[in-house]
């Protein structure tokens, strides 16, 4: 049982809730500030005192006032407008964590919420009602509205959720769980819909699809310096030393520990005559490094936005004032999004650079393509295509959203993040450059494979040993995309966090 609301939650817990969904709970000392906040609200109300989002409309429609017979309809109303997004659905690891998101902002009481709102969001969660988000609408700004919408119809009753993978009516799902639609009192439609929960939602998806990504290509990064009879000096530490990176540093350890003790280079000491490998070997401690500079720095923007309040406008009990402001404009999470899509997509670049590196005999010594009798035997040249096929794709997508902006509701919001959309392509990314890694871990075991008798070293043989736990020796020309998708299923799992110990984020 994980508690919400009081203190902020650590990346392994949010991606214990992403992935495997664990019963949660409100913290008990949540409740004297949630019923400080509803309290405030309702002496607000009673004095007829206008104060936007509680008694007036909402955007460039704050002016008008709302009479109090119809407060209840007005947040209602909210709802049902803001449900206009589109396109594909959020899957349940994103929603789930989207509600979680929303409970843990809520529960601080700066929102004006009753607690029994609060508590049917939890209700949802752990009874494993997914209200249905398309994923298209937010620019991430004014919060996410439009999919924050769709996910509070199913507190009304209002349209389809998803349970156990089946679509259903949502009142109907409430009643199969004992739950009651619920009616939004002043405010709790607005609270509802303002805030960045499924941009952070996104982003930290993203951090650990990035996080499973970086592992493995560590370790495919390593096998392929051996599988190429690859020098291990350029992980020497002292090089990286005196440039001083912290992400460079402790990335060039990992490359170091995993080459340690093999066959392989020990028989290329005296042997070999290049002076120095190419640059996609060479500078790995160099560019991984500043990529997991890129994932702890976005790491820690979306840890503190999970727990952020940022609705609006704020309800400070004392005084009953309520504070508009701008915690909904979803900036720092677009910006740090856009820096892990870069991070992303260079880690895919890289990793089929060196696939390209192990298919050229010239390179790397090895059979042409990675397989004998070449010819009648075409090996790893489509595969190669394909990894840079998705290297090629992720550089479109990994263009800032950032930068852009277009004004929304009649020039009130007239600067947006477009922190969902940065958030959004995040998945797809990862999925790009975790097909290249796999195909690299298929290419460097090949290449690891020919070296024999020769040994790589005892951490390296493990990573070899994973992937041939899945994927057999290429003798001769097989059907290969179920390959790929075996070792991309490893690497989308987390299979190689092991190889990177003390690096990612979340650990």
């Known amino acids: ?13 949010l991606r214990t809730i992403a992935r495997e969904g664990p019963p949660l709970e409100l913290d008990p000392a949540c409740l004297p500030a949630l019923r400080a906040g509803l309290a405030s609200v309702e002496r607000i109300v009673a004095s007829g005192r206008a104060a936007y989002g509680i008694n007036t409309g909402f955007g460039r429609l704050s002016q008008t006032r709302i009479p109090v017979s119809e407060l209840e309809q007005l947040q209602t109303n909210i709802v049902l407008s803001h449900a206009a997004g589109t396109g594909p659905l959020l899957d349940d690891a994103a929603v789930r964590l989207t509600i979680a998101l929303k409970v843990e ?14 508590d049917l969001l939890l209700g949802l969660y752990n009874r494993g009602i997914y209200p249905l988000i398309p994923a298209k609408g937010s620019v991430g700004a004014s919060g996410d509205l439009a999919p924050l919408a769709h996910l509070s119809l199913a507190l009304l009753g209002i349209g389809e959720v998803r349970v156990a993978g089946r679509l259903l009516p949502a009142r109907q799902a409430l009643g199969n769980a004992g739950l009651e639609p619920i009616k939004l009192a002043p405010k709790e439609g607005l609270a509802l819909l303002n805030g960045t929960q499924v941009s952070t939602a996104l982003a930290l998806l993203g951090l650990f699809a990035a996080e499973d990504l970086f592992a493995a290509a560590v ?24 440039r001083g990176h912290a992400g460079q540093q402790d990335v060039a350890g990992r490359y ?37 500079e890129q994932m702890r720095y976005a790491a820690r923007v979306f840890q503190i936005e ?73 090996g790893f040249m489509v595969a190669q295509v394909t ?14 959203a950032s930068v852009d902006s277009l004004p929304t509701s009649a020039n009130q919001e007239d600067h947006v993040s477009m922190a969902t959309s940065a958030a959004r392509r995040l998945g797809d990314m990862a999925a790009n450059s975790a097909g290249i890694v796999a195909i690299e871990l298929l290419a460097a075991a090949q290449g690891i494979d020919f070296r024999a008798p020769l040994k790589t070293s005892p951490r390296l043989q ?10 057999g020796f290429y ?31 979340s650990q």
């Open 256 to 292: 170091a520990a995993l080459l340690a003790g093999s066959e392989i280079r020990r028989s290329h000491l005296e042997n070999d005559p290049r002076v120095q490998d190419p640059y996609s070997l060479r500078c790995q401690p160099q560019v991984m490094g500043a990529c997991l």
């Open 306 to 378: 999970a727990s952020a309040v940022s609705d609006n406008p704020l309800v400070f009990p004392q005084g009953d004032e309520v504070v508009s402001g701008g915690n909904f404009h979803a900036e720092p999470v677009a910006l740090a999004a856009d820096a892990l899509a870069v991070a992303i997509a260079e880690i895919g670049a890289l990793a089929e650079r060196r696939i390209a590196l192990l298919i050229d005999p010239t390179l790397s010594g090895l059979p042409p393509f990675l397989v004998q009798h070449g010819g009648v035997n075409s």
């Open 105 to 118: 902002s809520l529960a601080r009481g700066y929102s004006g919420v009753r607690p029994q709102l609060v």
């Open 462 to 471: 493990e990573v070899h040993a994973l992937v041939r736990s899945r994927v």
């Open 387 to 400: 990894a840079a096929a998705l290297a090629s794709e992720n550089k479109s997508l990994a263009h800032p």
């Open 219 to 242: 370790a495919a990064g390593a096998l392929s310096v051996d599988a190429a009879a690859g020098s291990d000096a350029p992980f020497d530490p002292r090089i990286h030393a005196l």
């Open 475 to 505: 003798a001769h020309d097989r059907y290969f995309a179920p390959d790929i998708t075996a070792i991309q299923a490893l690497v989308e799992a987390g299979a190689f966090h092991r190889f990177a110990p003390g690096l990612l984020p």
């Open 1 to 13: 049982m994980i508690g919400l609301g009081k203190q902020q939650l650590s990346l392994s817990r």
